[in-house]
């Protein structure tokens, strides 16, 4: 089946950094996702993106579709506490109707 | 705004009981997916449904059986639970195919002992 590379898998960075993290595909993709999940919650839509190439931000975190269609990226800026959670990315292909394909997870802390 | 509630949060079986998870979503919406979430494997869509009435499988249905008979709700069955089945099982709704953003419940954990 689908094949969706999430990484890194985890990250350990203080207050302040700058956070990247980035997803790719055996396939192309319509639709890029980027939830977050935080400890004994589901995963929450933090970006949506249609378009190959489009480039979206939501406060301090901002996310691009690749111009190949089979990738995608996260960033997040001046990283704080509440940060902390597993990022995932989900994909939609064409053919897979309603369906998303997720990554494994980047599993972000931030040390104060 | 209750948006997708699971229940039960928490279960306990032992090998070889069945049990129901419950979602309920109250956005109207056609589509609703349910998932499991075990450690460093991400989601994986077990069944899902496009519409009142009709199922479909996902990737890792074996074992599990699902009923949408009413827009509002989808049931997740364990009719002879297993200890693979340990996991966390994620309900999620969606508006439509095109722009597929999915809402996801709190989770059901699930202990098979």
């Known amino acids: 089946g689908q094949q969706l590379n999430q990484s890194p898998q985890s990250m350990f960075i203080q207050e302040g950094e700058d956070v990247s993290m980035n997803c790719t595909s055996s396939s192309i993709f319509n639709t890029w996702l980027w939830y977050k999940q935080e400890p004994g919650e589901g995963p929450v839509l933090l970006i949506a993106l249609y378009k190959a190439g489009e480039l979206t931000s939501n406060g301090r975190l901002t996310a691009q579709f690749g111009i190949t269609r089979k990738d995608s990226f996260l960033n997040i800026s001046a990283s704080i506490p509440s940060d902390v959670g597993i990022y995932f990315c989900?994909?939609?292909?064409?053919?897979?109707?309603?369906?998303?394909?997720f990554g494994e997870g980047t599993q972000l802390t931030v040390n104060p | 705004n209750a948006g997708v509630t699971q229940t039960p949060k928490f279960r306990v079986l032992k090998t070889g009981q069945s049990m129901t998870l419950l979602c309920a979503q109250d956005m109207n919406h056609e589509y609703m997916y349910w998932y499991r979430q075990d450690p460093g494997m991400g989601l994986r869509l077990i069944h899902y449904?496009?519409?009142?009435?009709?199922?479909a499988k996902g990737e890792v249905p074996d074992g599990y059986n699902v009923s949408r008979l009413k827009k509002q709700n989808f049931l997740l069955g364990l009719e002879s639970a297993a200890p693979s089945q340990t996991s966390v099982y994620f309900c999620?709704?969606?508006?439509?195919?095109?722009?597929?953003?999915?809402?996801f419940g709190a989770g059901t954990r699930l202990s098979v002992l």
């Open positions: 999620a709704s969606s508006y439509s195919e095109g722009k597929n953003i999915q809402y």
């Open positions: 449904s496009v519409g009142e009435g009709t199922t």
């Open positions: 989900a994909g939609q292909e064409e053919t897979s109707g309603s369906r998303l394909t």
